[in-house]
């Protein structure tokens, strides 16, 4: 009988869902999109819309562009996806809502390629010189006005996006990955704001002082981004500023440059990526003097050919000693025949991306 009355009651639900009617103990998705007269529909794994069966979202009320649509939490937990019009279904990943939840997504249903603008002669009051940004902005940043996005800073920018500015005329393809990733729904967009190196890249990515390559303008460059270069990507670009949308990464020198800035900065950075990290650094000192665990998420790897793989694994086994958990707020991955160089690392950088950014991850 008690199971017959909840049938019933969930049917009559279903029936004022036909209609989208605002329902108490409901779940409701809204969609951040400026639509227009193509309006938006919904497809899912429940209730009365399915993946091939779309039903129509609530128009906005006024000029803001959410579209929302609401069905009754005894689904579940609901699969979802929005479609522009009559056909044209949001690029990336299925939407996950938990019963009982108010969810707000930002689609994009255009071509997923993102574009890459260059910052010139963008100056450093803290080094005294001043190089190129090449902040690489995600698909859907012109479509979708509505949208804000998480940051990732990386160093060495020439050698990120373009074959032609790369040192070795090989470049990490961060553009193309990124578009890959999103297309198919493993990763949220990201801004990648690529910091280009300078003729004082050793000094500026190390701390103080190894005996044979000196070093130590680390915490000018530390204090460059952080008081510099982010003031202006977040000013200038629809950005997520806190500190659970930003990130930091970099390989080699810039691998253990980021690892030190977040170290430094845990309020600003909650991830950090040291790909092929030079951890031999001044005999090894990073390791030797890694200060107590903060609250970030590291990324660190190495190649299993002239990598530096052996301090890449004692830099890991100290953070364990400090309290750092394994795929909790620590990842290693031992790149089986790696090397130092962009092709190696453009082979295996969706492996950072896809932990920081994990589809669905990123709330605003």
Same mark, same amino acid.
């Given at each position: 009988?008690?199971?017959?009355?909840?049938?019933?009651?969930?049917?009559?639900?279903?029936?004022?869902?036909?209609?989208?009617?605002?329902?108490?103990?409901?779940?409701?998705?809204?969609?951040?999109?400026?639509?227009?007269?193509?309006?938006?529909?919904?497809?899912?794994?429940?209730?009365?819309?399915?993946?091939?069966?779309?039903?129509?979202?609530?128009?906005?009320?006024?000029?803001?562009?959410?579209?929302?649509?609401?069905?009754?939490?005894?689904?579940?937990?609901?699969?979802?996806?929005?479609?522009?019009?009559?056909?044209?279904?949001?690029?990336?990943?299925?939407?996950?809502?938990?019963?009982?939840?108010?969810?707000?997504?930002?689609?994009?249903?255009?071509?997923?390629?993102?574009? @890459?603008?260059?910052?010139?002669?963008?100056?450093?009051?803290? @080094?005294?010189?001043?190089?190129?940004?090449?902040?690489?902005?995600?698909?859907?940043?012109?479509?979708?006005?509505?949208?804000?996005?998480?940051?990732?800073?990386?160093?060495?920018?020439?050698?990120?996006?373009?074959?032609?500015?790369?040192?070795?005329?090989?470049?990490?393809?961060?553009?193309?990955?990124?578009?890959?990733?999103?297309?198919?729904?493993?990763?949220?967009?990201?801004?990648?704001?690529?910091?280009?190196?300078?003729?004082?890249?050793?000094?500026?990515?190390?701390?103080?002082?190894?005996?044979?390559?000196?070093?130590?303008?680390?915490?000018?460059?530390?204090?460059?981004?952080?008081?510099?270069?982010?003031?202006?990507?977040?000013?200038?670009?629809?950005?997520?500023?806190?500190?659970?949308?930003?990130?930091?990464?970099?390989?080699?020198?810039?691998?253990?440059?980021?690892?030190?800035?977040?170290?430094?900065?845990?309020?600003?950075?909650?991830?950090?990526?040291?790909?092929?990290?030079?951890?031999?650094?001044?005999?090894?000192?990073?390791?030797?003097?890694?200060?107590?665990?903060?609250?970030?998420?590291?990324? @660190?790897?190495?190649?299993?050919?002239?990598?530096?793989?052996?301090?890449?694994?004692?830099?890991?086994?100290?953070?364990?000693?400090?309290?750092?958990?394994?795929?909790?707020?620590?990842?290693?991955?031992?790149?089986?025949?790696?090397?130092?160089?962009?092709?190696?690392?453009?082979?295996?950088?969706?492996?950072? @991306?896809?932990?920081?950014?994990?589809?669905?991850?990123?709330?605003?």
């Amino acid at each position: 009988m008690k199971q017959g009355m909840k049938t019933a009651a969930a049917a009559m639900l279903l029936a004022l869902l036909g209609m989208n009617a605002p329902l108490a103990g409901a779940t409701t998705v809204r969609v951040h999109y400026p639509a227009g007269k193509e309006g938006i529909r919904i497809v899912g794994d429940k209730g009365p819309m399915s993946w091939s069966k779309s039903v129509p979202a609530q128009a906005p009320d006024g000029p803001v562009n959410i579209w929302t649509y609401t069905w009754p939490d005894e689904l579940g937990e609901v699969q979802m996806k929005p479609i522009l019009g009559e056909g044209k279904v949001a690029v990336g990943g299925a939407y996950k809502l938990a019963a009982g939840s108010k969810v707000d997504i930002y689609p994009f249903f255009g071509a997923p390629f993102g574009k @890459l603008t260059i910052v010139k002669d963008f100056a450093s009051p803290q @080094l005294k010189n001043s190089r190129a940004l090449r902040i690489w902005l995600p698909p859907s940043y012109a479509e979708n006005p509505a949208k804000r996005y998480p940051v990732l800073y990386m160093h060495d920018g020439q050698n990120l996006f373009d074959a032609k500015t790369a040192a070795y005329g090989v470049e990490w393809g961060i553009d193309e990955t990124m578009n890959r990733l999103v297309a198919m729904g493993t990763v949220d967009e990201v801004i990648v704001v690529g910091i280009d190196n300078t003729p004082d890249r050793i000094p500026e990515y190390t701390p103080c002082c190894d005996p044979k390559y000196g070093g130590g303008k680390l915490d000018a460059y530390g204090a460059f981004i952080v008081e510099t270069v982010k003031p202006y990507v977040d000013r200038n670009y629809r950005t997520l500023p806190g500190k659970d949308t930003t990130a930091i990464m970099g390989s080699s020198l810039g691998g253990i440059a980021s690892v030190a800035i977040a170290q430094r900065y845990p309020d600003i950075f909650s991830k950090a990526g040291g790909v092929s990290s030079s951890f031999w650094w001044n005999k090894g000192a990073l390791i030797s003097t890694l200060p107590a665990r903060v609250p970030v998420k590291f990324y @660190l790897d190495a190649g299993t050919t002239d990598d530096g793989l052996e301090d890449t694994a004692r830099m890991v086994e100290a953070m364990r000693a400090k309290g750092y958990r394994e795929s909790t707020d620590l990842m290693f991955f031992k790149a089986e025949g790696g090397r130092h160089n962009e092709a190696s690392w453009a082979a295996r950088v969706e492996k950072p @991306l896809t932990w920081f950014f994990p589809w669905g991850s990123s709330k605003q």
